[in-house]
């Protein structure tokens, strides 16, 4: 499976490809993937490694924790590993808005309307993004403190992998609601990076 010439989605995704591949696809000159998808990635990586460490810390927690602790960090690494697909779906409506906006200048209320709808409901996908980091950052910080040691480092990795994806995406929140400055999202997300910063060593 490969990415369409002019970044279109195919039917399996982007997670369907090899890292190569989606690698090819993100330096490409086409609209998509872009930052959405590699923020995602990042944090699936993360919640991947949490995942790992948890599995290989059952010595050193209750077994019933390292449980939770790995079905936690599996559920969000397939969450987040959905929103490298989402982010690309959620721009093209952003781009089919731009068009026919250039398009129909004839109306332009109606068409700057229309871009703002697209604009905030592009929103939603990175701020889901930094919901999810949140968590993943949590677990990382217990796992790098009381998990196996061993794996320490893979923990730590997860957490500052977790934080720079919130990061990017917060950035993203924030230019597609530049025309929304009272948006509620836009509090949340400072709320939420405070609380991620709360887990860092």
């Known amino acids: 499976m490969t ?5 279109s989605l195919d039917p399996d995704g982007y997670t369907a490809l090899p890292v190569g591949a989606f690698l090819d696809a993100l330096a490409a000159r086409t609209p998509a993937p872009a930052g959405g998808s590699a923020a995602a990635l ?3 990586q993360a919640a991947a490694l949490c995942a790992k460490s948890a599995r290989l810390s059952e010595r050193q927690l209750p077994a019933r924790r390292a449980a939770e602790l790995t079905s936690e960090a599996e559920h969000i690494r397939r969450s987040a590993a959905s929103l490298i697909d989402e982010d690309p779906r959620a721009y093209a409506n952003v781009l089919k808005a731009r068009r026919s906006r250039n398009q129909q200048p004839e109306d332009p209320a109606a068409a700057a309307a229309r871009l703002a709808t697209a604009l905030s409901a592009a929103a939603d996908v990175p701020l889901r ?3 999810l ?3 993943v950052s949590a677990i990382a910080a217990t796992l790098a403190a009381d998990g196996n040691q061993a794996l320490r480092g893979d923990a730590l990795a997860a957490g500052l992998l977790a934080q720079a994806a919130a990061r990017a995406a917060a950035c993203l929140v924030r230019i597609n609601l530049t025309g929304a400055p009272g948006d509620a999202r836009l509090a949340r997300v400072g709320a939420l990076l405070a609380r991620m910063d709360e887990h860092l060593p």
Request: glycine residues 14%.
């Open 3 to 7: 990415a369409g010439r002019q970044g």
């Open 42 to 44: 990042v944090l699936a």
């Open 129 to 131: 993004l930094i919901e």
């Open 133 to 135: 980091a949140v968590p």
